[in-house]
Nanobody, 121 residues
Framework: QVQLVESGGRLVQAGGSVRLSCTAS????????MGWFRQAPGKEREFVAV????????TYADSVKGRFTISRDNAKNTVYLQMNSLKAEDTAVYYC??????????????WGQGTQVTVSS
């Protein structure tokens, strides 16, 4: 089992920045790819970003590319999402997830409880 706890969500003005953190406990954090997802009211959960187990490879949704940065610190069992140039449409509950990757895909096995980011325009 892996337990994930997100933090850092808050109310921010459009154009501002927020850094989310997700701290893991349980099984070895560095064994897992880590991802961020978000769910806005009335919408399905969507992929935001993923980072591989060692932090050497990242992938982003087109909607956040160039504005968000995912990173991880395996010594601290923590993954981060730095969000800059925020827009009203970034308002959502943000979830982190841990999963195993192969060449084609990542299977997400563990999820956090989410943290709210609200961007005011």
């Amino acid at each position: 089992q892996v337990q994930l706890v997100e933090s850092g969500g808050r109310l921010v003005q459009a154009g501002g920045s927020v850094r989310l953190s997700c701290t893991a406990s349980g099984r070895t954090f560095s064994n897992y790819a880590m991802g961020w997802f978000r769910q806005a009211p009335g919408k399905e959960r969507e992929f935001v970003a993923v980072i591989n187990w060692i932090g050497s490879r990242t992938t982003y949704a087109d909607s956040v590319k160039g504005r968000f940065t995912i990173s991880r610190d395996n010594a601290k069992n923590t993954v981060y999402l730095q969000m800059n140039s925020l827009k009203a449409e970034d308002t959502a509950v943000y979830y982190c997830a841990a999963g195993r990757s192969n060449a084609q895909t990542t299977t997400w096995s563990y999820w956090g409880q989410g943290t709210q980011v609200t961007v005011s325009s």
